[in-house]
């Protein structure tokens, strides 16, 4: 006879900060060295869809990843595991006609809606998936600030992903964590033009690992303190009421500086440490142009620990900054999965030099259009079956 296998299902979404986190004050429970500042993006285009399941027939915590068996050894899922099973027990300790998930294994059935090979950031989603999921399965009534300190765990930039919208992380002070959690600015619904192009720049080689690189700029750079200690604070405050004001000139302006200057601690560290390549630097030259030409913020770039390009603009300047791309890749894939672009013609605004087409249109393999999204949703689609299998 199976045994009862309970299950819950949820949707996480990328996202993608504006205010970049960059260093570590705790490298096992993932404390920050500053707060930082990211839009969610919408799970239509991007997110990780996760069942939880648990039974007492289940012999070890399994984790599946887009249909391969993965290490669930890890410290960081660990951490989640024992952080959401002690939470559980604690229900359980009160209430004796609960189930003793707590006791049970875990399966852990996992997929993302976009390739992994796009060197997309998924750790985000899919920590946040993970602890989204476990906490339904364990009816946990924590909140999402709550659950956002356990996923942090996981991955850093996860504990943004557990709200929708305009998300801070909040470094806190506390040494054990308890402080160091995500909040909300504003949801998603309240300045919902929030428009998102994600132009794929393939790399030529594996960058260096978001923690290693971290670490290296912590030890080593002298323009990391200052970051810390007084840009960071100042640009803190400025964005989150430039996003509460609405204001796209200002967090546009912000968000470029902000990558401009992760960027240049990576390089300011011993040995420097390279994210951008020369198509990176190209796009921001474009968009720089493109920003002066216009007199103002059409469009912001920003950076992560890879050379892919994230540019964020409102919805009624959309003509202006997909008509150049479209002039530049007309035929990357992406454009197809959003047929409502297609009215959208190729234009190139006055004055701007096409010499660098050419390199961009070489350089890109993929674009993916997108915008501001909710949190975790809750999903009916089960990936684990009743008798505990995963669904392919
Ligand atoms: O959470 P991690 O280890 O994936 O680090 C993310 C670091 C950046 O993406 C570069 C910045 C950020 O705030 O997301």
Redesign the pocket.
């Known amino acids: 006879m199976v045994e009862q296998v309970y299950t819950a299902s949820t949707t996480a979404p990328v996202n993608i900060?504006i205010l970049?986190?960059?260093g570590k004050r705790d490298t096992k429970l993932n404390l920050p060295t500053n707060s930082?500042i990211?839009v969610t993006l919408s799970q239509d285009d991007l997110r990780t869809h996760t069942t939880a399941a648990a039974s007492s027939s289940f012999t070890e915590d399994e984790l599946w990843l887009n249909g391969k068996r993965e290490s669930v050894e890890g410290p960081r899922i660990s951490a989640c595991f024992s952080e959401l099973r002690a939470l559980r027990k604690a229900l359980e300790n009160a209430d004796a006609a609960l189930p003793p998930l707590s006791t049970y294994k875990l399966r852990i059935v996992s997929e993302n809606n976009f390739p992994t090979a796009a060197g997309l950031?998924s750790?985000?989603a899919g920590f946040a998936a993970l602890v989204r999921a476990v906490a339904d399965l364990y009816e946990l009534p924590q909140d999402p600030e709550a659950l956002s300190r356990i996923a942090r765990q996981g991955?850093?930039?996860?504990c943004r992903s557990l709200f929708g919208g305009y998300v801070a992380w909040e470094m806190g002070v506390e040494a054990d964590g308890s402080d160091s959690r995500a909040v909300e600015i504003a949801p998603q619904e309240f300045w919902p033009d929030m428009k998102a192009a994600i132009l794929v720049v393939s790399a030529r080689k594996k960058e260096t690992a978001?923690?290693t690189g971290m670490q290296t700029t912590a030890k080593t750079s002298s323009l990391f303190q200052h970051r810390i200690n007084v840009v960071v604070p100042e640009r803190f405050k400025e964005m989150s009421k430039a996003i509460l004001e609405k204001d796209f000139e200002t967090l546009g302006k912000l968000t470029m500086m902000d990558s401009n200057q992760?960027h240049a601690v990576c390089l300011d560290s011993s040995p420097p440490v390279f994210y951008l390549n020369d198509v990176s630097r190209i796009v921001i030259g474009l968009i720089e142009r493109l920003n002066s030409l216009a007199g103002r913020i059409v469009a912001a770039y920003t950076f992560?620990?890879g050379p892919n390009a994230v540019l964020y603009y409102l919805e009624k300047d959309e003509p202006v900054v997909l008509g150049l791309l479209k002039a530049i890749m007309p035929s990357v894939d992406g454009w197809q999965t959003k047929p409502a672009v297609a009215s959208i013609a190729a234009a190139v605004p006055e004055g701007l030099d096409d010499g660098v087409f050419e390199a961009i249109k070489e350089g890109v393999s993929r674009i993916i259009l997108t915008r501001v999204g909710p949190g975790p949703l809750k999903s009916e689609e089960s990936l684990v079956a009743s008798d505990g299998s995963p669904v392919a």
């Not at 991955?155 to 996860?158: I, K, L, Q, R, V």
């Open positions: 900060a970049k986190y960059w930082s990211s950031a750790s985000a991955s850093g930039s996860a978001s923690t992760f992560d620990a």
